[in-house]
């Protein structure tokens, strides 16, 4: 008989009743993370039944999506924002919920706050009414989004229905080369995959490329997997991952870490496992990445060239709405604003990665330059390290902690026919801004752009 894959070993370790061809499979949830926007109407139906939260020690809040990032945070975009942060802090004070207000050491976007505070272990399913709640895969959890309707069912349950997708291996081997990212390596993937090539499937990101990655690039990777499509990105816990944990504030400590760690190593997958699906990717041959269309699968290297789009009307569409031409190359094109933060490269490799190139130079004329930092300890660790006086001096705008230009939901937003480079994870027409355009690269791409003023090869500031 094979052997099990990580997911298999996760799924099996917190089934409550498996599936059958009538009814989904009763899934136990571990880490239930919660934020304004997709909650609301999930506590509103707890109290129409009278129901309690069934494990509030398990569920932990924090406010990201519609805060505003300026310094006084003032500025809601509008009523309906101020009225989603004010709910949620009274739905998490009468059910008994950890919530990291704005005036928390702790405050954050959510999917970097819950990595920084030792909140995710490995072998853990986790839960969010957020798409990129696969973030936590880079800790070998079995961790994905979920709807309003099952924010509710995991507050009152503790549990979830859910089919059991399959399983599909990603193997990378060879180096990455100076000036190209965990980012890189992920448009890479999503471009050969597709934005619907994931589907159905949980991926496991391997191999000795993978290994060498550190934890933040790791989150990196596996945040974006939902952009091809998968239900999760995972990667199997190893020393790095346990350094990483060790000492975190929720993480287990003392005696207990010793047993945490000797569990742990059972979440890998056995050498004679059978995935559903393989691939197989070499790095070493990877450029930096842009992309040139509406979805994150439409990315070419910063030294290529825009496609035809044949018979694709949806591609034919995107380059409509962008305003390219097949067979354009994209550098050396001018850039209205550029955006380094979200969920996917607000941490402080980011940060540090981006200040190697601002250090000691000018945002080039005209050009808006956010860094939004994804956490409030990431603003402070920037802050002791000269990074954010490194960022001032250039002429970008050092933020509060947020979600911020990610989503456009908050106040900060492009106006029509902007075109920006964002470190975000999503370029949709219109997500930054209604008429808006964003293309999507790293933290060295975002930097080198923004000195130079238009759409550069960050390698040409490295080398």
């Known amino acids: 008989m094979p052997g099990k894959t990580l997911f298999d070993k996760i799924w099996q370790a ?57 310094r006084e945070r003032m500025a809601y975009v509008d009523e309906q924002a101020r009225a989603q942060v004010e709910t949620l802090r009274s739905n998490c004070r009468d059910f008994g919920i950890q919530l990291f207000d704005l005036n928390s050491a702790e405050q954050g976007i959510i999917h970097v706050i819950a990595p920084e505070l030792g909140l995710i272990l490995p072998g853990q399913t986790v839960v969010c009414g957020d798409s990129h709640t696969s973030t936590h895969g880079a800790f070998g959890a079995l961790a994905f989004g979920i709807g309003t309707s099952e924010v509710g069912y995991v507050l009152a349950s503790q549990c979830l229905l859910q089919r059991k997708p399959k399983s599909l291996a990603i193997n990378v081997t060879g180096s990455l080369q100076a000036g190209v990212t965990a980012k890189d390596l992920i448009l890479d993937i999503i471009r050969k995959l597709g934005s619907g090539g994931g ?62 760690l000797a569990s742990w190593h059972q979440f890998a ?49 995107a380059l409509s709405y962008m305003q390219w031409q097949p067979g354009q190359s994209l550098e050396g094109v001018r850039v209205d604003v550029v955006f380094i933060g979200s969920c996917t490269n607000s941490r402080i490799s980011d940060l540090r990665a981006a200040a190697t190139i601002l250090q000691g130079r000018r945002v080039a004329q005209g050009l808006r330059l956010m860094i939004v930092p994804g956490s409030e300890a990431v603003k402070r660790q920037a802050e002791s390290e000269g990074l954010a006086r490194i960022f001032i001096d250039a002429g970008a ?45 790293s933290p060295l791409t975002a930097a080198a752009t923004a000195i130079q003023g238009t759409l550069t090869d960050p390698r040409a500031y490295i080398y």
């Open 199 to 260: 589907a159905g499937y949980v991926f496991e990101y391997r191999g000795p490329t993978i290994k060498a990655l550190s934890m933040e690039e790791r989150m990196t990777i596996c945040n974006m997997s939902i952009e091809a499509g998968a239900r999760a990105g995972l990667i199997a816990p190893d020393e790095t991952t346990y350094a990483y944990l060790k000492g975190r504030p929720y993480a287990p400590a003392s005696a207990e870490w010793t047993s945490a």
């Open 269 to 317: 997958s056995d050498p004679d496992a059978e995935f559903d699906a393989e691939i197989f990717i070499d790095a070493h041959s990877l450029e930096p990445m842009i992309s040139y269309g509406t979805s994150p699968d439409q990315s070419i290297a910063m030294q290529g060239r825009i496609p035809e789009p044949g018979s694709h009307d949806h591609l034919a569409q």
């Open 14 to 70: 917190h089934l409550v009743t498996v599936e059958s061809d009538e009814q989904p499979a009763i899934l136990y949830i571990d880490r239930h993370l919660v934020h304004e926007v997709t909650s609301p109407q999930a506590f509103t139906v707890l109290r129409q039944r009278s129901l309690p939260v069934r494990r509030p020690e398990r569920t932990f809040a924090t406010l990201d999506h519609s805060i505003p990032t300026d």
């Open 397 to 441: 705008e050092w933020r509060e902690p947020g979600c911020s230009l990610c989503i456009a939901m908050n106040g900060d937003q492009l106006k029509p026919g902007q075109l920006a480079v964002s470190t975000s994870n999503r370029n949709f027409a219109g997500r930054q801004g209604k008429g808006s355009r964003t293309l999507l690269a």
